[in-house]
């Protein structure tokens, strides 16, 4: 499975951004899907999972209320509409496919990681 998340860059304290994950090389359907993020000088944290169906999601609670992940299993893509956004929200965005279909937070259990893109909220 390759991952392609999109969708990053630079934006104001308050606004909005939309990461998008294409997925390709086989279906990620059946499984949970999730994204991750990492700050310059900190270990990658776990944000948001949601599981095959898309109806059970599970945020950490720093982006609970802002963020929402969502997906299309028709278009193999996995989404995360960032709001209210923070300076603290600043970090490379992965995107990953996890082991199983429940939703996980926990890094060990994602299997595939795609290449990260780099998401800056200026204040």
Same mark, same amino acid.
């Given at each position: *499975?390759?991952?392609?998340?999109?969708? /990053?860059?630079?934006?104001?304290? !308050? !606004?909005?951004?939309?990461?998008?994950?294409?997925?390709?090389?086989?279906?990620?359907?059946?499984?949970?899907?999730?994204?991750?993020?990492?700050?310059?000088?900190? @270990?990658? @944290?776990?944000?948001?999972?949601?599981?095959?169906? /898309? /109806?059970?999601?599970?945020?950490? $609670?720093?982006?609970? !209320?802002?963020?929402?992940?969502?997906? $299309?299993?028709?278009?193999? =893509?996995?989404?995360?509409?960032?709001?209210?956004? =923070?300076? @603290? $929200?600043?970090?490379?965005?992965?995107?990953?496919?996890?082991?199983?279909?429940?939703?996980?937070? =926990?890094?060990?259990?994602?299997?595939?990681? /795609?290449?990260?893109?780099? *998401?800056?909220?200026?204040?």
């Amino acid at each position: *499975v390759q991952l392609q998340a999109s969708g /990053g860059g630079l934006v104001r304290a !308050g !606004g909005s951004l939309r990461l998008s994950c294409a997925a390709s090389g086989r279906t990620v359907s059946n499984n949970a899907m999730g994204w991750f993020r990492q700050a310059p000088g900190k @270990e990658r @944290e776990f944000v948001a999972s949601i599981n095959w169906r /898309g /109806g059970n999601a599970y945020y950490t $609670d720093s982006v609970k !209320g802002r963020f929402v992940i969502s997906r $299309d299993n028709a278009k193999n =893509t996995l989404y995360l509409q960032m709001n209210s956004m =923070t300076p @603290e $929200d600043t970090a490379v965005y992965y995107c990953a496919v996890a082991l199983g279909s429940v939703v996980r937070s =926990t890094s060990q259990l994602f299997r595939y990681w /795609g290449q990260g893109t780099q *998401v800056t909220v200026s204040s």
